[in-house]
């Protein structure tokens, strides 16, 4: 049961598993949310208040927003065991970087005045998967009059074909389209949204919190391409329910797992090849490969071959990989 003085934090995601779990790391603590890390402190949400407070001493892990948190005397002292960690390759090398811990659903969001790159959905999914996150794919900037927009439905359609199984989302947040599903898919969940500058993150955040919240900028022609208007994650109660943990656009998206949430990814790949006459089986020509066959009868395509195989490969090799992120045995997740 949820203590009467932490109630006020249930909008937030605040829940009896929760309850549970702070007062076996400290039954002194008050709990608070992470919803902006910046450097030397954290701006939390605790019950009642929102305050910031001083990293004064190590934690293990190192807090990310969306993290729960265990606050003694103005002070963090634990970062509570997560349910689940969207994270990615260092772009500065080796290692990983947290993106943000706890979510629910993963929004991919790709703009349609730009080419929709396969490329980064499968990365997205990816790491969605790793998380034990839900991957959408939004389409940004549907409007009918936009000269030079891709057909939305047109679009949409190549996306689904493209990647079975994910669910695709059309918007145009000057028109309104869109945002309705959205809200759907986000209910009272925890979702995070993940795409590259200038491709309409900061529109949708604004257009989902009602208010001018998340500064937006022009994207040059030619490209296509915007500034980085989103400068750090920061996340958001949303009014009508859910939380929205908005990130800065990235150009790349690393893998940091195992092969196991590339498989998810590639759910049609990976079921024909475990149906390869040798369990061995390499997938190059040899006897009996079940993808080899599927690919001479067009029921997969080449490009979705190598995507496949490049994304196995990138995981299986990477020295920063690691197993697929899992949330711990004892806790109860809530799934999206």
Known sequence: MIGSAHRALRPLGWDEDWETTLASVDPAAIPGRVLLHHGVGLVVALPGSVASIMLTQRLHPAPAVGDWI???DDEAVAVLPRRSLLR???????????LAANIDVVLLVCGLDRPVKDGRIQ?????????????????????RDAEGIADAAAAAAEVRQAHPGIEVVITSVKEGEGLEDLRRIIGDRTVTLLGESGAGKSSIVNALLGSEVAATGDVREGDAKGRHTTTSRELHLLPEGGVLIDTPGIRAVGLVTDTDAVAETFTDVDELAETCRFADCQHAGQPGCAIAAALD???????????WRGLRDEAAGSSASRPRWTPPPTRARRRA
């Open 70 to 72: 265990a606050v003694v």
């Open 88 to 98: 990615r390759r260092n772009a500065h090398g080796d290692g990983e970087q947290q």
């Open 123 to 143: 990365r997205g999914t990816a790491i969605a998967h790793d998380a034990g996150a839900r991957p959408v794919v939004v389409l940004t900037k549907a409007s």
């Open 297 to 307: 009868a067009g029921e997969i395509t080449s490009d979705r071959l190598e995507a």
